[in-house]
């Protein structure tokens, strides 16, 4: 239950700012000017405001769609992405927005169109390269899709351009609006994916393995594309029983003909980040396992990533091809 909504004057009449507060009827709704006055405010309290988010309402205007980092992709050669929404409803130990934002509300930009516009403008300007579009760079894609309806509205550009692909990213169970769609061979809904044990210590609010790997297999079975993300990769006691037991069972119970790819990543922050985060959870055994500082960046030591990553390559090629493996490396 969201208690309290802000909402920019300026698209108070919007008609998705009606379909949202639609939903929440119950909730107070505050008009405000910017949304950077309640999401921007010095001194919040990121922990306490997770507990009780509000959510926000605003304008984009500007940086719809970005290139993704380097090392970011699944074999196009240009790669962009874009959030309809900043932060998470769930609340995973290491995510990297809860360095990122003072604020654990929910901002939710309401001008879907403005970004199809620049969709279009870069799907033009790139007619000679293979272009992925990654969906929720600073959110999860899809968790809050029953309240948003983004990837909805966003399949009916890409049902325009079959060439471009599109990648939703999620840990959530949402499976509206595919299982009333006809599948589309260049979405690809990726999952991301780790031991439940370790994921049931980690993902906070974040749905099970067990039933992630549930609606993986029934999307796969009705036509859809699926990536498996398993990033990032957790160390710890039993680590290679335990990933192996997670691959064998995925692998094992989904159509494999519709894996579109996976990916590896390696647990890693930007050295400035990882201390924010640590001062919200100086207890936590992830922050107190094996990480140093590596070329700028807090992580494993490189042996650790690379035997953890070719452990879990090794295994999957027994089931998939070479090409449909990447390694995430930013
Ligand atoms: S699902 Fe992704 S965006 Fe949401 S809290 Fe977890 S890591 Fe962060």
């Known amino acids: ?23 929440f009827k119950k909730s107070r709704i505050i008009s405000i000017n910017k949304y950077g006055e309640i999401f921007n405010k010095r001194n919040q309290n ?34 962009f992405y874009f959030s309809h929404m900043y932060n998470c409803i769930y609340d995973c130990r290491y995510c990297f927005l809860q360095g990122m934002y003072s604020s654990a509300n929910y901002v939710i930009f309401v001008n879907f169109e403005d970004f199809d516009i620049s969709i279009k403008k870069i799907i033009e300007n790139n007619v000679d390269s293979k272009v992925t579009f990654f969906s929720g760079y600073d959110c999860d894609s899809l968790a809050l899709e029953n309240v948003t309806g983004f990837a909805k509205h966003i399949l009916s550009i890409f049902r325009k351009y079959p060439q471009i692909e599109i990648e939703f ?8 609006p595919f299982l009333s769609a006809k599948p589309m061979r260049n979405v690809i809904l990726a999952y991301s994916l780790m031991p439940e044990l370790m994921s049931n210590s980690l993902d ?51 159509f494999l003909d519709n894996l579109h790819s996976v990916s590896f990543g390696s647990l890693r922050f930007p050295k400035r980040m990882f201390k924010d985060i640590f001062k919200l959870y100086p207890h936590e055994p992830l922050f107190t396992s094996p990480l140093s500082l590596n070329n700028k960046m807090i992580s494993y030591d490189i042996d650790i990533e690379e035997e953890m990553t070719s452990f879990c390559k090794n295994l999957s090629l027994k089931y998939i091809n070479e090409d449909q493996i990447f390694k995430c490396s930013i």
């Not at 239950?1 to 939903?23: C, G, R, S, W």
């Not at 990213?169 to 509206?176: C, I």
Request: hydrophobic share 35%; proline share 5%.
């Open 1 to 23: 239950m969201i208690e309290t909504i802000y909402v920019e004057d300026a698209i108070q009449n919007h008609p998705k700012t009606k379909f949202i507060l639609n939903k």
């Open 46 to 79: 990121f922990r306490i405001q997770k507990a009780n988010p509000c959510l926000i309402l605003a304008h984009k205007k500007d940086n719809f769609v970005l290139p993704a980092p380097e090392g970011f992709g699944i074999g196009s050669s240009k790669n």
């Open 169 to 176: 990213r999620t840990k959530s169970l949402q499976k509206e």
């Open 204 to 254: 906070n609010k974040a749905p099970s393995i067990s039933k992630r790997i549930s609606v993986i297999s029934e999307l796969a079975l009705k036509g859809w594309k699926i990536g498996l993300r398993f990033d990032p990769l957790i160390h710890g006691e039993n680590w290679k029983e335990l990933y192996k037991e997670l691959l064998e069972n995925i692998y094992n119970n989904i």
